[in-house]
């Protein structure tokens, strides 16, 4: 499943991560959502694979 973040804002990260334990899902941000703690995400953009908001933030800052 693709979905597309823009407008959806930081409110629906809790559904987004929710969503994304019970199965694979792409979504595609036009800004930084901040994730909080413990989770994985692979950038798609690179294919790394990054657990912290720190890690997050330096690899997909480039794209949005």
């Known amino acids: 499943d693709v979905e597309r973040s823009r407008g959806l804002g930081d409110?629906?990260?809790r559904q987004?991560?929710?969503i994304a334990g019970k199965k694979?899902?792409?979504i595609n941000l036009h800004h930084i959502m901040?994730?909080?703690k413990d989770?994985?995400?692979k950038i798609l953009n690179?294919?790394?694979i990054v657990h912290s908001m720190a890690e997050f933030i330096s690899v997909a800052g480039?794209?949005?």
């Open 16 to 18: 987004i991560l929710r």
């Open 62 to 64: 480039k794209y949005v």
């Open 34 to 36: 901040d994730f909080g």
């Open 46 to 48: 690179t294919g790394e």
């Open 39 to 41: 989770f994985e995400a």
């Open 11 to 13: 409110v629906y990260k």
């Open 24 to 26: 694979n899902l792409t």
